[in-house]
């Protein structure tokens, strides 16, 4: 089979063969990196149902009041969970990759996320528990100067609270 082309033609048949294959491998692992935990992933309840998990937050905002560029600061935020059934948190993400944000359930700390994280962390609040929500802001990662506003999200099974926004204000000098 191999005759009827000339060593140039298959050199470049097998690199052009490489290269498609290398080209599948990426689409495969993009798609694969793309994929978080998502509602499809959590015990799903409706606004009807009688059981079912009810995310309540103490507040959706906090004040870091004034801070230098080189400053960090954090604010702690808390989600309880007041419904009947666990409620399942994930896609923890924030506005800006100069904002981070981890979740302490029970002494259990998640990872830290940002704007551009990727993952499948998800994590369970058992009924009548409180979890701690901390952002933090870094102003060095994106300099900017006067009044700034970051946020964290996060997504729960909650039928009445999908998503949970928290916001944070600094004034930058």
């Known amino acids: 089979m191999f005759k009827r082309f000339s060593g140039e033609k298959l050199i470049l048949l097998v690199i052009g063969g490489f290269t498609l294959l290398v080209f599948l491998l990426i689409i495969v692992f993009a ?57 399942e948190l994930y896609k923890l993400s924030t506005s800006c990759d100069c904002t981070f944000a981890k979740l302490d359930i029970n002494g259990v700390i998640s990872p830290e996320f940002t704007m551009h994280s ?41 039928p009445e609270n999908e998503t949970l926004i928290f916001n944070i204000n600094a004034t930058v000098e």
């Open 31 to 87: 798609v694969k990196e793309g994929k978080g935990a998502t509602q499809s992933d959590a015990i799903s309840y409706t606004k009807g149902d009688t059981e079912k998990p009810a995310a309540s937050i103490d507040s959706n905002l906090k004040e870091l009041g004034k801070m230098k560029v080189s400053d960090e600061r954090t604010a702690e935020f808390s989600i309880k969970n007041n419904g009947s059934k666990p409620l």
């Open 118 to 158: 990727k993952n499948n962390w998800k994590a369970q609040l058992p009924p009548g528990e409180t979890a701690k929500l901390f952002v933090t802001y870094r102003p060095f990662i994106m300099p900017v100067k006067g009044l700034v506003t970051r946020q964290a999200s996060l997504n729960t099974n909650d």
